[in-house]
């Protein structure tokens, strides 16, 4: 914050603009993928594999039936590489490695290939002779009109002697069978790996010490699922991403839960919202995510603004200040419930191969444009069996704008100023949008003082609005912070450590509002009802008190400035 009173926020996200042709072809391929039955029969794949005794060969053979519009793609070719020293440290145990694979026809739909993994931490790596991990990417990725989508798989892997696995949620020893629809096989290996029930349809595949604290955690998480499908949780390395999911699994970092209680709460949202990606009964994954994202967000909402609350009081201990406010903490967006993925290396298959934002942000856009319960909403027509042209007109929301959403994440700047009116009382509050002529308008929130305002936002334009009170007001929303690694000052919008209704105070000799009456104090409840399963009718769970910042759930993210309209750098 400026002497002048000045309070600026930029958020930059780094994906490049789609130009008009790649947008048109773009619309055709989320056609394709939002209706694969109308336009092409579904391929049925067979796939029989052997790991080696390192773990870090799989080779074997594959056979394509109706297969019109498959082909096959180099997922390790296309692994995005660490571009600072940190990520870096968190993506390899050693020196960097890219891993190969090959692909033979062999004739009449028939393939051998062989893979090599990479030492690599995440979901998609080998740590050899220990473990290995592998969610899609041990074979050449199929891919239907050039994106990751639904397949029919029949599919064996054989594991070596002494070798704990798992196959898209099929544990055990020996050799793993799966048959079913999905849009990867996940694989994982581990020697002296044990597989222990949770709980009925819970199961864990991890290695080391037990988590005695962590598996209460998943426990209780896992009877938030509206339906308890089976789910393998498989223990991985990685640290730049808290929770991945699978068809059937969650690769779970090993650090999950790692925190001083009552901390371990912020690691609940993050954690849920996979389970939710892995195991809910929605077809596509980009819907999916969106679903999940809505009833994560939905079902944490007290334990994340009890955590908040807690990091607020602890912010003087340097591990809790580092943990909040640097941003360099692994899993920060998870945390702290960004909309953006926090991760700067998009190496998900489906990230790797289709071009789209994920679903979960447009779960938070459809909450700043038509008010919160609206992607619950939606969810819960997904969930009772409504495909999405159908789910949107039911609640009223254009399917239209969900797919512009759907687009890759244009670059561009929000800036918010609070500055003393010119030639009348009171405050000037202004909010400005700069982006390329050809991105879509964007729905920006802004809650002054309890009163919230929605603005459409074109590319280039502003909004004010005018504060005549004495007092500076009071303004808040929920962007994410940024994914920049460089330290925020106190009042960076989206640390989740800072209470919406509490900017540090201008300094007394140079700010207008220096003699200003003191700000009452923060109005912002938590939420009272307790964490419940949720259901497809489940309605929000948090609320704020009159007065409160925002009436989205408390802890999202927010400080005393902000935009909403949620772009990441």
Same mark, same amino acid.
């Given at each position: ?76 070719? *296309? ?10 440290? *968190?993506? #390899?145990?050693?020196?960097? =490695? ?12 028939? %393939? ?19 473990? $290995? ?39 055990? =020893? ?31 595949? =991890? ?6 604290? *962590?598996?209460? =955690?998943?426990? &209780?998480? #896992? ?51 996979? $389970? ?82 994920? !679903? ?9 444009? %038509? !008010? ?6 939606? /969810? ?30 244009? /670059? ?15 405050? *000037? ?23 919230? #305002? ?68 923060? &109005?912002?409840?938590? &939420? ?18 009159? !007065? ?22």
């Amino acid at each position: 914050m400026g002497a002048e009173g000045d309070a600026d926020a930029e958020r930059r996200h780094g994906l490049h603009l789609l130009s008009a042709a790649a947008a048109l072809r773009f619309a055709a391929l989320l056609f394709v993928g939002i209706f694969p039955a109308l336009v092409f029969a579904r391929p049925v794949l067979t796939v029989e594999a052997e790991i080696s005794a390192d773990l870090r060969r799989v080779w074997g053979l594959i056979r394509v039936e109706d297969g019109e519009g498959l082909s096959f793609a180099d997922p390790l070719a *296309r692994l995005p590489e660490p571009e600072d020293d940190l990520v870096l440290t *968190r993506t #390899y145990s050693g020196p960097p =490695e890219q891993g190969s694979t090959r692909l033979e026809p062999l004739g009449e739909g028939l %393939y051998w290939f062989e893979t090599r993994l990479p030492r690599r931490l995440g979901d998609l790596g080998v740590e050899p002779g220990e473990a $290995m991990w592998a969610n899609g990417g041990f074979l050449p990725q199929p891919l239907v009109n050039g994106r990751v989508a639904p397949l029919v798989w029949t599919a064996s892997a054989r594991l070596p002697p002494g070798v704990m696995g798992a196959l898209n949620g099929v544990a055990g =020893e020996g050799a793993l069978r799966f048959e079913g629809v999905a849009d990867r096989l996940s694989l994982a290996a581990m020697v002296d790996g044990r597989l222990t029930t949770l709980a009925p349809g819970l199961t864990l595949l =991890e290695r080391g010490p037990r988590r005695h604290r *962590r598996d209460e =955690e998943l426990r &209780a998480l #896992y009877a938030l699922l509206p339906t308890r499908a089976p789910l393998l949780i498989v223990e991985t390395g990685d640290q730049r991403r808290l929770a991945r999911p699978g068809p059937g699994m969650l690769f779970l970092a090993e650090l999950a839960f790692r925190l001083t209680p009552p901390l371990p709460r912020l690691h609940r949202a993050g954690v849920l919202e996979g $389970m939710l990606v892995a195991t809910l009964d929605v077809e596509e994954l980009w819907w999916r995510q969106l679903a999940a994202r809505a009833l994560a967000q939905e079902a944490t909402a007290r334990a994340r603004a009890e955590a908040a609350a807690a990091a607020r009081l602890g912010g003087w201990i340097p591990v809790v200040d580092a943990l909040v406010y640097s941003g360099r903490a692994p899993f920060h967006a998870e945390v702290f419930s960004e909309t953006y993925p926090g991760d700067p290396l998009r190496d998900d298959l489906a990230e790797l191969f289709n071009p789209e934002e994920v !679903g979960g942000v447009a779960a938070v856009k459809l909450d700043d444009r %038509y !008010g919160p319960g609206t992607a619950s909403a939606l /969810t819960a027509r997904l969930l009772a069996g409504d495909d999405p042209p159908t789910a949107c007109a039911a609640i009223g929301v254009p399917l239209a704008e969900l797919l512009a959403w759907r687009a890759p994440t244009a /670059t561009q700047d929000l800036r918010l100023s609070v500055r003393p009116a010119l030639g009348e009382p009171g405050w *000037r509050v202004e909010v400005r949008r700069e982006a390329p002529p050809e991105a879509p308008v964007e729905p920006v929130v802004v809650v002054i003082d309890g009163e919230r #305002y929605l603005w459409d936002a074109p590319p280039g334009g502003s909004e004010s609005w005018s504060w005549p009170r004495t007092a500076r007001p009071g303004v808040s929303s929920w962007i994410p912070r940024a994914t920049s690694s460089r330290p925020a000052p106190p009042g960076t919008p989206g640390r989740l450590g800072w209470c919406p209704c509490s900017t540090p105070r201008p300094r007394a000799s140079t700010s207008p509002s220096a003699s200003s009456p003191a700000r009452p104090p923060c &109005a912002c409840a938590a &939420a009272t009802t307790p964490e419940r399963p949720l259901t497809s009718a489940s309605t929000p769970t948090s609320r704020c008190a009159p !007065g409160s910042a925002s009436g989205s759930p408390p802890g999202r993210g927010r400080s005393k400035i902000a935009a909403s309209a949620r772009t990441t750098s």
